[in-house]
């Protein structure tokens, strides 16, 4: 097969991507969505016997350069998540957000966990405790679209729900740099508690000297990007090679210390971002790049390469697959929630908390593929984490809107009371 054979199939990635993204949008739900719906479409051409059909799609080839792509387009989401990590604003917003942050980590992670025990056994904890951990992500943006259109996204539920977000996915990234590392170690690390052994302690120092010497050199870094950013503002030389301190940092981290090569995109993106004022021009340059073209190979290959699990589920899967769902929208509704009412939030704003907290997208679909690739995870769990993605992007901005407009209602009945 000849190489230049690969761009059909990224061309139709790339054009049902975009049409479908856009679908997906017109309908009130993330692009992410589309993408992955994109990729499910082209992954049923695997069920028409066309031998044309099959090689131009399905071939060895094809399927080396997308998984390289998704692979691309993955380390650039996470970089790209890092450099929106304001900082700043995670010191401003006190402890309320710490505590529901905490509270919406420790709770699903806790739901998933137990899920997987009672289904799979208590004695694969590493594998149980990954499920728990895929669970923790976050993504707000849905959140965020709605209580802006509501005007409530600088009440003090909606700034508590955006820096919860973000403390959210630092901790998330920690966990799953701890998991994967303990994975890393082989056989001996996946089951029962012999991961708990005196490697374990040798997991936890590569960790932790990745974390402190990464994080030393960010701040030469940071110095070196802010006298670039003197001498030649808006240049192409800064997001060029910002692009290059993530690549090296993915590159280390895997490679190195047995961390996930998405951490170390993640780490790069927090240390570059934030506070430099040539922020908001890097980052614009990385999405365009990413989502123009890493980003959508990335979340079709997902349909793609898991298209076949789809008609695999047997039964045992299929309730494991229902209450895992089910767990991962109530622990973020009650973790959240709990931890805003430990903060004295009423009981209405307390529950948009954990509604608004609620939903998932890209980096719970990135932690799911990186606990495939561990052999942590089975692959037939993606049906489910798709639909956890479709259930709460739907669900949140409907009980949003509910909670506020019942909350109106009420006042103006309380008001007309009054007056009477």
């Not at 051409?45 to 792509?69: C, G, H, M, R, T």
């Not at 790209?80 to 505590?99: E, I, P, W």
């Not at 994080?215 to 870094?221: K, Q, R, S």
């Not at 008609?311 to 895992?324: E, H, K, N, R, T």
Request: hydrophobic share 55%; charged share 15%; with cysteine.
């Amino acid at each position: 097969m000849e190489a230049f054979e690969v761009l059909l199939p990224l061309a139709l990635i790339l054009c049902l991507g975009k049409l479908m993204g856009l679908g997906a949008h017109r309908i009130g739900m993330p692009t992410v969505i589309g993408m992955l719906v994109a990729g499910i479409l082209i992954g049923l051409l695997k069920y028409i016997p066309w031998e044309p059909l099959q090689n131009a799609f399905f071939a060895p080839l094809v399927s080396e350069v997308l998984a390289v792509f998704s692979k691309l387009g993955v380390v650039l989401i996470m970089f790209s998540a890092g450099l929106g990590t304001d900082l700043k604003q995670l010191r401003s917003t006190g402890v309320a957000s710490v505590v529901i942050t905490a509270f919406g980590v420790v709770v699903p992670m806790l739901f998933g966990w137990l899920t997987a025990s009672l289904f799979f056994g208590f004695e694969n904890v590493l594998s149980n405790l990954f499920y728990g951990a895929i669970l923790t992500a976050t993504s707000v943006s849905v959140t965020v679209a709605v209580l802006k259109e509501l005007g409530k996204l600088e009440s003090k539920v909606g700034t508590s729900i955006v820096a919860a977000a973000v403390i959210d996915d630092v901790i998330g990234i920690i966990v799953l740099s701890i998991l994967t590392g303990f994975s890393s170690e082989g056989e001996n690390a996946q089951v029962g508690w012999k991961w708990f052994s005196p490697n374990a302690g040798m997991v936890v120092v590569k960790i932790v000297l990745f974390f402190v010497l990464f994080i030393a050199l960010g701040v030469g870094l940071r110095k070196a990007f802010d006298i670039m950013e003197r001498k030649a503002p808006h240049n192409r030389r800064v997001p060029i090679l910002s692009l290059v301190a993530c690549f090296v940092y993915a590159y280390c981290a895997e490679k190195l210390f047995g961390v996930a090569d998405i951490t170390g995109a993640y780490l790069a993106g927090i240390l570059l971002g934030g506070t430099l004022s040539e922020t908001p021009y890097v980052e614009n340059k990385v999405d365009t790049m990413g989502y123009l073209f890493f980003s959508p190979v990335f979340f079709a290959n997902i349909g793609i390469a898991n298209i076949d699990y789809f008609s695999q589920i047997d039964l045992p899967f299929l309730a494991f697959g229902c209450v895992y769902v089910v767990a991962a929208l109530l622990g973020k509704l009650i973790g959240c929630g709990a931890g805003a009412k430990l903060c004295k939030f009423s009981f209405h704003d307390s529950l948009r908390v954990g509604l608004g907290m609620m939903v998932r997208a890209e980096v719970v679909l990135i932690c799911t593929e990186k606990g495939v690739a561990c052999g942590l995870v089975d692959a037939a769990v993606f049906p489910f984490v798709i639909l956890i993605i479709l259930l709460s992007s739907v669900l949140t901005p409907i009980l949003l809107k509910w909670s506020y407009s019942h909350e109106e209602k009420r006042l103006k009945k309380q008001t007309e009371n009054t007056a009477d």
